[in-house]
């Protein structure tokens, strides 16, 4: 009995693949992976507006000075005009960090609505003022971020102080990065090295599929493998993802 030759799949949708991660491996460079963006809606009194949570690394280095091992860009565009609007007679708008210690974002978590400006403000490990007072109505503030012990979830939030009436809307942004990570700056510490599973996945997927129709096409002299239930439930699966 002769046995049929081996010959690669001509697989358009290999090909098609390949395009695909192709593009997504080009456009890496100017993706932004960690952005939070939000609004304050008008008339907000004491807000109480969490933002979101990343993971910075840590360095040991701490001479001369602690090395900055992430930046964090908060950007704020005033909806409206100046007039009326916070400015420290009538209220404060603060933009806060926290890190994970327990004297900190573990504290403040539970009532965080009901917890008072005060003591939100000494259990942060920064506290920025907005101003809202600006005449272009934007905003930019970069904080940099020094840790030496170890990597660290970092939660950021907006609060309103004492605010009698927020007249004008505000829209915010915060951008943060690993800056020492290079082209995975973008992601946060317990995302860090995912993209090469991903990627690794996302090659072997295609190829798994054109293998798996290959070997179910059977030979010439003999029924289609394709046929068989094990088959039918392997390419079921390929098909759900």
Known sequence: MGSVPF????CQALKCWCRVLWLCLAGLASVRGAVWQGELPEHSRDARLFVGKFVFDYSTVTEPEPEVIGDLVLKTTRIGPAQGSVDGRNGRLLFVIFDDEKNHWKMVRRDWSQRT?????????LTNEID???????????????????????????IGCDMEDLSTAVKFEVH???VRHGWQQEFSMDHMDLFNFYAVFVVLFPVSICLTVRAGRGSDEGPARKDHPYVKLLLLAYGAF
């Open 176 to 178: 943060t990065r690993n």
């Open 117 to 125: 400006c005060r003591e939100i403000q000494d259990a942060a490990s």
């Open 7 to 10: 010959s690669p799949p001509n």
């Open 132 to 158: 809202l007072q600006d005449e272009g109505g934007e905003t930019s503030y970069s904080i940099k971020i020094r840790e030496h012990i170890r990597p660290r979830f970092w939660y950021f939030a907006l």
